[in-house]
């Protein structure tokens, strides 16, 4: 019987990188060729380019679930990108992974997020359907793709980015084979139906250990949910009683932040321990193998459950509160006049965005209403229908 290796235990590479990890010195390269960076590697040159960008600027005024106007302590999308990156730096730092790289996926995985968050992505994707259907709708990681590859404007050689592969593989979380197609190379592993590398792996779960857990911190501070609600919720329930038994004098805020706190540890630590067993059965010795093998990263059976009661709850009882539904009612309004009016008379659009052909025209639409953020898009409609705006 062959031993297995234990992926926190086997002796760093030069590099300090398992096996399995992405090299920089090994990427799959950049759509447009450019010298190699000489103080940094290829993975922390995309991070850095991202952090640059105009679109990650944006995001500090996008909503996750509450809009920007309504409180200047609930997560945007900026904060919210921070804490994916937070989390995801420390699980690839305990399977030793590539954490710039997945560094650089977390902080651009929201970059082509429409203002009020999916409300405005499900009423942008039903225009561009109704109005545009051969333009192929809208989704909003393919929109990250999107500004990554071709919408910002920085550099003088090349439209967009120009990040590596391995980056716009990670951005690039789901696709249909429709879309896929389209893409190329970053495309390919969703019709051939292969894995991303286990950076963008875990990075995804970040994305969902980061939403699950704040939106409970600001749910209770919005006050559209209660302690007594979500001590339903198991993961909620077993921290919390365990924060009350050791700090029974301690104050109501205090207790929930130490109890959420204590449920990202847990959520974390499991998925670092089963990731770990995951990678030690199936021993990959290189990207290409983990591409090949099931899914590596993920939670065990148990903590799973739990946390996809943890979503359900958080989607009954604060995604659709009717508090939060009558925003994301005036929210849904907004995109879809816009952008009627857009495309019933492009001159309101600014130059840049004007296009000649139906379909080209609905894309450049989509691109500019969700390049918008919460308030601009709110002025933007003033702007159009209130007689009183300038």
């Given at each position: 019987?062959?031993?297995?290796?234990s992926?926190?235990?086997?002796?760093?590479?030069a590099?300090g990188?398992?096996?399995?990890?992405?090299?920089?010195?090994?990427?799959?390269?950049?759509?447009?060729?450019?010298?190699?960076?000489a103080?940094r590697?290829e993975f922390?040159?995309?991070?850095?380019?991202?952090?640059?960008?105009?679109?990650?600027?944006?995001l500090?005024?996008k909503?996750?679930?509450f809009?920007?106007?309504e409180?200047?302590?609930?997560?945007t999308?900026?904060?919210?990108?921070?804490?994916?990156a937070?989390?995801?730096?420390?699980l690839?730092?305990?399977?030793r992974l590539?954490?710039?790289?997945i560094?650089?996926?977390?902080?651009?995985?929201d970059l082509?997020?429409?203002?009020f968050?999916h409300?405005?992505?499900?009423?942008l994707?039903?225009?561009m359907?109704?109005?545009?259907?051969?333009?192929?709708?809208?989704?909003?990681?393919l929109?990250s793709?999107?500004?990554?590859?071709?919408?910002?404007?920085?550099?003088a050689?090349?439209?967009?980015l120009?990040?590596?592969?391995?980056?716009?593989?990670?951005?690039?979380?789901?696709?249909?084979?429709?879309?896929?197609?389209?893409?190329?190379?970053?495309?390919?592993?969703?019709l051939?139906?292969?894995?991303?590398?286990?950076?963008?792996?875990?990075a995804?779960?970040?994305d969902?250990?980061?939403?699950?857990?704040?939106d409970i911190?600001?749910?209770?501070?919005?006050?559209?949910?209660?302690?007594?609600?979500?001590?339903?919720?198991?993961?909620f329930?077993?921290?919390?009683d365990?924060?009350l038994?050791?700090?029974?004098?301690?104050?109501?805020?205090?207790?929930?932040s130490?109890?959420?706190?204590?449920?990202?540890n847990t959520?974390?630590t499991?998925?670092?321990?089963?990731?770990?067993?995951?990678i030690?059965?199936?021993?990959?010795?290189s990207?290409?193998?983990?591409?090949?093998?099931?899914?590596?990263?993920?939670f065990?059976?148990p903590?799973?459950?739990?946390?996809?009661?943890?979503?359900?709850?958080?989607?009954e009882?604060?995604y659709?509160?009717?508090?939060?539904?009558?925003?994301?009612?005036?929210a849904r309004?907004?995109?879809r006049?816009?952008?009627?009016?857009?495309q019933?008379?492009p001159?309101?659009?600014?130059?840049?965005?004007?296009?000649?052909?139906?379909?080209?025209?609905?894309?450049?639409?989509?691109?500019?209403?969700?390049?918008?953020?919460?308030?601009?898009?709110?002025?933007?409609?003033?702007r159009?229908?209130?007689?009183?705006?300038p």
């Amino acid at each position: 019987m062959t031993a297995t290796r234990s992926p926190l235990r086997t002796p760093s590479s030069a590099t300090g990188l398992a096996p399995y990890a992405c090299d920089p010195a090994r990427t799959r390269g950049r759509r447009h060729a450019e010298p190699a960076p000489a103080n940094r590697s290829e993975f922390q040159r995309d991070r850095d380019r991202i952090v640059h960008a105009n679109a990650f600027r944006r995001l500090e005024y996008k909503t996750q679930v509450f809009i920007n106007h309504e409180g200047d302590l609930f997560r945007t999308r900026l904060t919210h990108s921070l804490e994916v990156a937070q989390i995801a730096r420390t699980l690839a730092r305990s399977l030793r992974l590539n954490e710039d790289l997945i560094e650089a996926i977390a902080l651009a995985h929201d970059l082509g997020h429409t203002p009020f968050g999916h409300a405005g992505q499900d009423e942008l994707n039903a225009c561009m359907r109704e109005r545009a259907p051969q333009a192929g709708g809208f989704e909003h990681n393919l929109q990250s793709l999107r500004v990554v590859d071709e919408l910002e404007e920085r550099y003088a050689a090349f439209n967009g980015l120009n990040l590596c592969f391995e980056t716009r593989e990670g951005i690039l979380k789901h696709c249909s084979a429709a879309h896929a197609r389209q893409l190329g190379e970053v495309g390919r592993r969703f019709l051939e139906r292969t894995r991303p590398s286990l950076e963008a792996q875990l990075a995804n779960l970040a994305d969902e250990i980061a939403y699950n857990n704040h939106d409970i911190d600001d749910g209770l501070r919005s006050g559209l949910l209660t302690v007594q609600d979500l001590r339903e919720v198991e993961l909620f329930a077993v921290h919390h009683d365990a924060v009350l038994r050791e700090y029974p004098g301690l104050a109501p805020r205090r207790t929930t932040s130490e109890t959420i706190r204590r449920m990202i540890n847990t959520l974390i630590t499991d998925l670092t321990a089963t990731t770990a067993a995951r990678i030690a059965e199936h021993d990959p010795r290189s990207v290409d193998e983990v591409r090949q093998a099931p899914a590596l990263a993920g939670f065990s059976e148990p903590v799973r459950r739990q946390a996809e009661a943890l979503k359900r709850f958080l989607f009954e009882r604060l995604y659709r509160h009717y508090k939060v539904m009558r925003m994301t009612n005036k929210a849904r309004r907004i995109v879809r006049e816009l952008f009627s009016a857009f495309q019933d008379e492009p001159r309101l659009l600014p130059p840049d965005y004007r296009r000649m052909g139906h379909t080209e025209q609905a894309r450049a639409i989509a691109d500019y209403i969700a390049g918008m953020t919460d308030r601009y898009a709110i002025r933007e409609h003033k702007r159009i229908f209130d007689m009183e705006e300038p």
